[in-house]
């Protein structure tokens, strides 16, 4: 399988787009799409101003939309394809920019503020850190599983690739681990089959 990458920026549609366009001007079909963009921000909502909250939806929420619209045309007409979100919990932390980028922004934007919630705000960090070796997998790693995922006729709807997020995750997805059954019971209820 060959692996095509492009630059595109998920906050603008005509960049996602583009990035599409080129895909099926060179091949004619898109096959997989990734949403693997995220944007975080360590304050309490009491305390982050509401463009940094926007900013992050549109990266974390919309980008995901832009991206999936943008390949979902494409992707029914060939009758094949996957889409595959990635988010913070499943498939669980992942070794990244991404702890660094967040710790600029709060820096950026004041650094840990002196009130109430510092005590809180400075455990959560602490305990973070102290996980991170065990919470967090290598972007090599989770790549192997999205490969895996990728191949398989019919892929799990959601899946984690570590015991860290599995045990957090546990209480939630339980009942239906890669929530195969409540994808049928929607299709029963919906499309009556």
Request: charged share 20%; net charge negative; hydrophobic share 50%.
């Amino acid at each position: 399988m060959a692996l095509q990458t492009l630059a595109l920026d998920v906050q603008f549609a005509a960049s996602v787009d583009a990035a599409v366009a080129t895909i099926i001007a060179g091949d004619g079909r898109i096959d997989v799409l990734v949403n693997n963009a995220g944007a975080g921000f360590a304050r309490s909502i009491e305390q982050a101003a509401l463009a940094d909250i926007e900013r992050i939806m549109d990266v974390n929420f919309m980008g995901v939309v832009r991206g999936t619209k943008a390949v979902l045309p494409p992707m029914r007409v060939a009758r094949s394809g996957h889409v595959i979100n990635i988010s913070s919990v499943e498939p669980g932390g992942i070794q990244s920019e991404f702890a660094r980028t967040t710790m600029q922004q709060m820096a950026a934007s004041g650094g840990l503020l002196e009130d109430e919630y510092l005590p809180l705000l400075q455990k959560y960090l602490a305990t973070a850190r102290a996980c991170g070796m065990t919470a967090y997998q290598t972007s090599d790693a989770v790549a192997a599983v999205v490969m895996q995922c990728i191949e398989l006729t019919q892929p799990p709807i959601r899946i984690r690739t570590s015991a860290w997020a599995e045990d957090l995750c546990r209480l939630m997805t339980g009942a239906d681990p890669d929530g195969k059954a409540m994808q049928q019971k929607v299709i029963e209820m919906f499309l009556g089959h």
